[in-house]
């Protein structure tokens, strides 16, 4: 048989007649230049790959330190022309083929996203606080990440100077998913961003120099736990599909209303199933809140934070939370406003318990760490607040708390880097006793951002607190407020605490050593006490900067 008749039966039983006019494939419509802050991100990545391949083992910490600040850097300059642009107000709309929003939230927490990571970057790049081995600086990550720990050849990698500089490209992978997370208008490209930026999250806590068996530990648990939170949120995304016939968060957002007359007949049984929405709408949730460390889904916040290198804690601490609480809002305020009355109830549950849960389990914490992990999952609850109040003032509100407390716990865990014995870092709260007599400096760093942790007036906590509590009490979530308050006053006992132990406790004389860092680390840290200062001192520019980027694009 011929190849045309083979074409011509095949053509016929597909239902299509020759005389049938074909319709032309047409082009996608990709605007590069929106786009540009992620596609500079994931270029200078891969040509990072390309760096380890082939430059010269000697050359390639300096060649990835320079690429990845100027990635960021890069991008971030691209961001701040988007909004100079309009693209944040007035130009709003969806980009590449209605899978990627360009709006004010998307423009704000990737400005955030990439500043955070640029400060955080200069931590991992840190090489002076590890004294020399065999004669070669080292930081805080494993000589060969593949050699099992204690063994022969992890000894000779270290003694040869060995380092895992494939740790920046892996930074930048994680930055760029982190970037499209909350710009996402689809639930196919919210997948596959999260996907994007956490598999190269559980690599980084695995690496870490010291302790090694707990950091491969710690990334176990976040790997298992991750892959649980990435099934649930791929079962709801089809559950929402049979419910909307659509991945779209428009299309789903019109299902939802009502608005919705053409209903395609291969889904006209499940279509408008209000279970599927239910079921398929908590699924998701429930991946995002686990992405946030929300109580019930917050098992794994302690032990990764505690265990991952603490670099990469910092790093992850702050950027994810941001990704993560964008994702959501859009999530809420775009797809699912038609269903607030079923989710808020739901959501009030959710920051009572975190809110109240992380401040509660803090106070009997005994390693540094542990309790910033503690801490961080009761600052999701309060940032909860503030998504609960479905208002205007509910998104930037939001958007102002994720850039006041991203800074502050970069500052927080690159000081928790300073304070080492012999073992490495000293991460038990009995080692800091008395370490403000022996360094007042560093001291007095860490209280400015426990006290701002605390919410006290002067710093951006405070500013940040009084902005998403007010904004939940004009949203009718007053009662949240009042359980927000009394867990802020938990919270601030053991953040006091920490400080007494620091400036009223004789010093140990087998105390721990702070050691004196390169600029790198003490920019970090700079960058994080003035922003903490700035934005509790004279927050009205930056809250008015939230409020004119909180408007989605729909």
């Given at each position: 048989?011929?190849?045309?008749?083979?074409?011509?039966?095949?053509?016929?039983?597909?239902?299509?007649?020759?005389?049938?006019?074909?319709?032309?494939?047409?082009?996608?419509?990709?605007?590069?230049?929106?786009?540009?802050?992620?596609?500079?991100?994931?270029?200078?990545?891969?040509?990072?790959?390309?760096?380890?391949?082939?430059?010269?083992?000697?050359?390639?910490?300096?060649?990835?330190?320079?690429?990845?600040?100027?990635?960021?850097?890069?991008?971030?300059?691209?961001?701040?022309?988007?909004?100079?642009?309009?693209?944040?107000?007035?130009?709003?709309?969806?980009?590449?083929?209605?899978?990627?929003?360009?709006?004010?939230?998307?423009?704000?927490?990737?400005?955030?996203?990439?500043?955070?990571?640029?400060?955080?970057?200069?931590?991992?790049?840190?090489?002076?606080?590890?004294?020399?081995?065999?004669?070669?600086?080292?930081?805080?990550?494993?000589?060969?990440?593949?050699?099992?720990?204690?063994?022969?050849?992890?000894?000779?990698?270290?003694?040869?100077?060995?380092?895992?500089?494939?740790?920046?490209?892996?930074?930048?992978?994680?930055?760029?998913?982190?970037?499209?997370?909350?710009?996402?208008?689809?639930?196919?490209?919210?997948?596959?961003?999260?996907?994007?930026?956490?598999?190269?999250?559980?690599?980084?806590?695995?690496?870490?120099?010291?302790?090694?068996?707990?950091?491969?530990?710690?990334?176990?648990?976040?790997?298992?736990?991750?892959?649980?939170?990435?099934?649930?949120?791929?079962?709801?995304?089809?559950?929402?599909?049979?419910?909307?016939?659509?991945?779209?968060?428009?299309?789903?957002?019109?299902?939802?209303?009502?608005?919705?007359?053409?209903?395609?007949?291969?889904?006209?049984?499940?279509?408008?199933?209000?279970?599927?929405?239910?079921?398929?709408?908590?699924?998701?949730?429930?991946?995002?809140?686990?992405?946030?460390?929300?109580?019930?889904?917050?098992?794994?916040?302690?032990?990764?934070?505690?265990?991952?290198?603490?670099?990469?804690?910092?790093?992850?601490?702050?950027?994810?939370?941001?990704?993560?609480?964008?994702?959501?809002?859009?999530?809420?305020?775009?797809?699912?406003?038609?269903?607030?009355?079923?989710?808020?109830?739901?959501?009030?549950?959710?920051?009572?318990?975190?809110?109240?849960?992380?401040?509660?389990?803090?106070?009997?914490?005994?390693?540094?760490?542990?309790?910033?992990?503690?801490?961080?999952?009761?600052?999701?609850?309060?940032?909860?607040?503030?998504?609960?109040?479905?208002?205007?003032?509910?998104?930037?509100?939001?958007?102002?708390?994720?850039?006041?407390?991203?800074?502050?716990?970069?500052?927080?865990?690159?000081?928790?880097?300073?304070?080492?014995?012999?073992?490495?870092?000293?991460?038990?709260?009995?080692?800091?006793?008395?370490?403000?007599?022996?360094?007042?400096?560093?001291?007095?760093?860490?209280?400015?951002?426990?006290?701002?942790?605390?919410?006290?007036?002067?710093?951006?906590?405070?500013?940040?607190?009084?902005?998403?509590?007010?904004?939940?009490?004009?949203?009718?979530?007053?009662?949240?407020?009042?359980?927000?308050?009394?867990?802020?006053?938990?919270?601030?006992?053991?953040?006091?605490?920490?400080?007494?132990?620091?400036?009223?406790?004789?010093?140990?004389?087998?105390?721990?050593?702070?050691?004196?860092?390169?600029?790198?680390?003490?920019?970090?840290?700079?960058?994080?006490?003035?922003?903490?200062?700035?934005?509790?001192?004279?927050?009205?520019?930056?809250?008015?900067l939230a409020s004119q980027a909180g408007v989605f694009v729909r």
């Amino acid at each position: 048989m011929s190849a045309t008749a083979v074409h011509s039966l095949w053509t016929t039983a597909g239902g299509v007649t020759s005389a049938a006019p074909v319709e032309k494939f047409k082009a996608p419509v990709i605007e590069y230049t929106q786009l540009a802050p992620v596609l500079i991100v994931i270029g200078v990545a891969v040509v990072g790959v390309l760096v380890e391949a082939f430059v010269p083992r000697r050359a390639r910490y300096y060649t990835q330190v320079f690429l990845t600040v100027v990635a960021l850097a890069a991008a971030f300059a691209a961001v701040v022309g988007l909004a100079a642009g309009g693209y944040g107000t007035t130009k709003a709309h969806i980009a590449a083929m209605g899978a990627i929003a360009i709006d004010g939230p998307t423009l704000f927490l990737q400005g955030t996203i990439l500043l955070t990571s640029l400060v955080a970057v200069f931590t991992f790049a840190e090489r002076r606080l590890d004294p020399a081995a065999h004669g070669n600086r080292v930081d805080s990550f494993a000589a060969q990440a593949a050699s099992v720990p204690g063994s022969d050849s992890e000894k000779a990698a270290v003694k040869a100077g060995f380092t895992t500089t494939e740790v920046f490209p892996l930074v930048l992978f994680s930055v760029a998913g982190m970037l499209v997370f909350p710009a996402a208008n689809d639930l196919l490209t919210l997948f596959v961003a999260l996907e994007v930026f956490s598999l190269p999250l559980y690599l980084l806590c695995a690496v870490a120099r010291r302790k090694r068996l707990m950091s491969q530990e710690a990334a176990v648990k976040y790997f298992l736990l991750g892959a649980f939170s990435s099934a649930f949120l791929l079962f709801g995304i089809a559950l929402l599909y049979g419910y909307a016939g659509s991945v779209s968060y428009a299309a789903i957002a019109d299902v939802v209303d009502g608005a919705v007359t053409k209903i395609d007949p291969a889904l006209a049984d499940t279509m408008g199933n209000d279970a599927l929405l239910l079921v398929g709408g908590a699924m998701i949730l429930t991946g995002l809140l686990f992405k946030v460390g929300a109580v019930p889904f917050h098992m794994w916040t302690p032990d990764v934070y505690q265990g991952a290198p603490t670099p990469v804690t910092g790093f992850m601490a702050a950027a994810t939370k941001v990704a993560a609480f964008g994702a959501l809002l859009r999530l809420l305020y775009v797809v699912l406003p038609g269903l607030a009355w079923d989710w808020r109830p739901v959501m009030w549950a959710v920051a009572i318990v975190t809110m109240l849960g992380g401040a509660i389990v803090a106070i009997t914490q005994t390693d540094i760490k542990r309790l910033l992990a503690y801490s961080s999952i009761a600052h999701a609850g309060f940032i909860l607040a503030g998504v609960i109040a479905t208002t205007p003032d509910g998104i930037s509100s939001v958007l102002f708390y994720l850039g006041a407390y991203s800074f502050v716990t970069v500052g927080a865990f690159a000081v928790v880097t300073l304070v080492r014995d012999a073992g490495g870092e000293a991460t038990h709260l009995s080692k800091w006793a008395g370490l403000g007599r022996r360094s007042p400096l560093v001291a007095a760093v860490f209280a400015v951002f426990l006290l701002a942790f605390a919410g006290i007036p002067l710093t951006s906590g405070f500013s940040g607190k009084f902005a998403v509590f007010k904004a939940a009490a004009d949203g009718g979530a007053g009662g949240l407020v009042v359980v927000g308050v009394i867990s802020s006053a938990i919270a601030a006992f053991f953040y006091i605490r920490v400080i007494v132990l620091m400036f009223f406790s004789e010093p140990k004389a087998d105390g721990p050593t702070v050691a004196v860092p390169s600029p790198l680390t003490m920019t970090t840290i700079a960058v994080g006490v003035a922003v903490t200062l700035v934005l509790g001192l004279a927050p009205q520019y930056f809250l008015d900067l939230a409020s004119q980027a909180g408007v989605f694009v729909r």
